[in-house]
């Protein structure tokens, strides 16, 4: 509205024609429409019951396992919330049956989740990439190490947590027992994983390509399973569009928002504003990251992405890290999609606490949200060490480009 009505006008009749024509997007529909056939598949059981054998003989074996479980369900999801839903299905009345307490239960299966957008492929990361022109390969690369972190220390949380409060876990967990069929169970998730990546890194296919391909092979692996139907196999594609048509309207709103920024000039203000304080770059960032945390008490971590990004990133970018332009755009964005996750467990929203919380309905949320607080230690911990040492996301790019 700067420039009046007209011109306007004439932005909404091409901006969403020249949004949604684009062929980059069209690797977040297909990794929805993957992490849909692996839910509708019957995936999680399996994982999860390999996962419980793996750390079941452990204390808090089993919560472990569903740590385990969710961040390899994320590997082939991308998404949060479905993570936590599908694996809190599986997970919970297991948990529940060996007496674990709701707090640890909820709050596990909540942080846990959080894997779905940690480790890729991830949703969030995606739209990163596409917002800030930045290769979708190196930022994947970027965030499987950080991924892997999360998942230790979330483990090693939960080590801590039941030795310290007692009654949260039972003393000697049932290990079940690992055996060839529930290898076999895993097997095609491993495939599916070594497809994917090892195509995207071996230069075979593109990242939109290899969706595609991790789409299909997901179906496959469904089908063998036997476990979709016509009614599933349907309910993948209206998931997958809702989804999508969710994230693109929100694209066309944050298209909307920056132009309005590029003809203001408010990045640039911003930026020499920042500049005036005369804090150093990585406290530039820090200040970034604790909005992101307030920010993720009234939003959800799609929503912060397309809407700030386009403001704090020219702020970044701007500034000498000691590092190329693009070394400080692949670890500002893992460092975002590290902080947006604090958002999803932290009071008083927390979308993967009432979403964990909304099927374990006889735990009082307020248990749940006392249940993430070790996991949101580990974060904060896990947080701190990436921002004062960026080569921790950025060594698995260099080894691979």
Not at 135 to 150: D, T
Not at 341 to 352: E, K, Q, S
Not at 388 to 396: A, Q, V
Request: hydrophobic share 55%.
């Amino acid at each position: 509205m700067q420039a009046g009505w007209l011109p306007y006008s004439n932005f909404l009749n091409t901006q969403a024609f020249a949004r949604f024509a684009s062929y980059d997007l069209s690797v977040i529909p297909l990794f929805i429409l993957m992490g849909n056939f692996a839910t509708q598949g019957g995936i999680s059981r399996a994982l999860f019951q390999f996962a419980a054998a793996l750390m079941g003989r452990f204390r808090g074996g089993l919560a472990m396992g569903s740590v385990l479980a969710c961040g390899a369900f994320g590997a082939i999801c991308g998404s949060s919330v479905a993570t936590a839903a599908t694996i809190t299905s599986v997970a919970l009345p297991e948990m529940r049956r060996h007496g674990y307490s709701g707090r640890l239960a909820t709050g596990t299966l909540a942080a846990g989740g959080t894997l779905g957008i940690l480790i890729p492929p991830s949703v969030p990361l995606v739209i990163y990439a596409i917002l800030t022109e930045q290769n979708i390969a190196k930022l994947f690369a970027a965030a499987m190490v950080p991924g892997l972190l999360a998942v230790i220390g979330y483990i090693v949380a939960i080590a801590i947590y039941v030795r310290l409060v007692p009654g949260q876990a039972p003393e000697h967990d049932e290990a079940p027992t690992l055996t060839l069929a529930t290898l076999a169970g895993v097997l095609p998730i491993a495939v599916i994983f070594l497809i994917v990546f090892g195509g995207i890194y071996g230069g075979k296919f593109t990242p939109t390509e290899g969706a595609a391909v991790g789409a299909a092979a997901t179906f496959v692996a469904a089908l063998v399973r036997r476990e979709i139907t016509w009614a599933k196999f349907k309910q993948c594609f209206y998931a997958t569009a809702m989804a999508s048509g969710m994230i693109f309207l929100i694209f066309l709103g944050a298209d909307l928002m920056n132009s309005a920024l590029a003809l203001t000039q408010v990045p640039a203000q911003l930026a020499g504003v920042v500049k005036g304080w005369g804090l150093s770059p990585v406290a530039v960032v820090a200040v970034i990251l604790l909005f992101y945390v307030v920010l993720g008490a009234v939003m959800d971590e799609l929503s912060m992405i397309l809407l700030t990004i386009p403001i704090f990133f020219p702020i970044v970018i701007g500034m000498d890290f000691g590092m190329p332009r693009e070394s400080v755009a692949l670890w500002f964005g893992i460092m975002v999609l590290m902080t947006v996750g604090f958002g999803l467990l932290a009071p008083p929203v927390g979308l993967n606490v009432y979403v964990v919380n909304s099927l374990a309905k006889d735990i009082p949320i307020a248990e749940s949200y006392r249940g993430v607080m070790p996991f949101l230690a580990a974060d904060t911990l896990r947080t701190l060490l990436l921002l004062f040492f960026p080569p921790i996301s950025l060594w698995l790019v260099k080894l691979l480009t």
